[in-house]
């Protein structure tokens, strides 16, 4: 059973940029899947940031695109986000979660949902 | 990308049936039989409850079904439980490996 845990700092300033990770465990994130940040915004419901595989590939956001990077540590079995030039619009929840994948006659399909959250972590932007 | 059109609340009595629509586009609800919901309860994180318009992943009630009609689907909560009071969202894929999500709708058991 997977489990996706978010981290990083809970307050940031106006500005400055955001960087959270999100710790894989129960499965290895190099055999495969894609991995996704999502965030909360109150009022505003749920908004997908950027998705990653675990080659390195990503896809972002066009609204958020010049501001993000999603990055991938194999290693650490983690991935990353970065969100730059952030402001007030930018508090929210923030949530990793797993791309869901399909086996079907013997072959894995990528599948169109995220399977697998992370509890979820409150960042706020405020001086 | 827009978000998804969701109603920002429903209800219903223990044992009735309510049905929450999602709006959206040729872009995306309308383009792909790729639409999922999730629900929601408070401080918690979404989970996920149909996906591909009208499938169930394993564990999840049959009380709860999707369909989809144009650029409009919709979720339909059978036999209302206390239980089912939650937010619900949802999603559909867009296309070039993106993904827009509604507004959720929060639906009360009265």
């Known amino acids: 059973q997977v489990q996706l845990q978010e981290s990083g700092p809970g307050l940031v300033k106006p500005s400055e940029t955001l960087s959270l990770t999100c710790a894989v465990s129960?499965?290895?994130?190099?055999?495969?899947?894609?991995w996704a940040w999502i965030r909360q915004t109150p009022g505003k419901g749920l908004e997908w940031i950027g998705t990653?595989?675990?080659?390195?590939?990503?896809y972002y956001n066009p609204s958020l695109e010049s501001r993000v990077t999603v990055s991938v540590d194999t290693s650490k079995n983690q991935f990353s986000l970065k969100l730059t030039s952030v402001t007030a619009a930018d508090t929210a929840v923030y949530f990793c979660?797993?791309?869901?994948?399909?086996?079907?006659?013997?072959?894995?399909?990528?599948?169109?949902?995220?399977?697998?959250w992370g509890p979820g972590t409150l960042v706020t932007v405020s001086s | 990308q827009s978000a998804l059109t969701q109603p920002p609340s429903a209800s219903g009595s223990p044992g009735q049936s309510v049905t929450i629509s999602c709006t959206g586009t040729?872009?995306?609800?309308?383009?792909?039989?790729?639409v999922s919901w999730y629900q929601q309860h408070p401080g918690k994180a979404p989970k996920l409850i149909i996906y591909?318009?009208?499938k169930w992943p394993s564990g999840v009630s049959d009380r709860f079904s999707g369909s989809k009609s144009g650029n409009t689907a919709s979720l339909t909560v059978s036999g209302l439980q206390a239980e089912d009071e939650a937010d619900y969202y949802c999603?559909?894929?867009?296309?070039?490996?993106?993904?827009?999500f509604g507004g959720g709708t929060k639906l009360t058991v009265l």
């Open positions: 990653i595989y675990h080659s390195g590939n990503t």
């Open positions: 979660a797993r791309r869901g994948r399909e086996t079907r006659g013997g072959y894995n399909y990528v599948a169109y949902y995220f399977d697998s």
């Open positions: 129960g499965y290895s994130i190099s055999s495969g899947y894609y």
């Open positions: 999603s559909s894929y867009a296309g070039s490996n993106s993904w827009v």
């Open positions: 040729s872009s995306d609800v309308g383009g792909y039989n790729y």
């Open positions: 591909d318009v009208n």
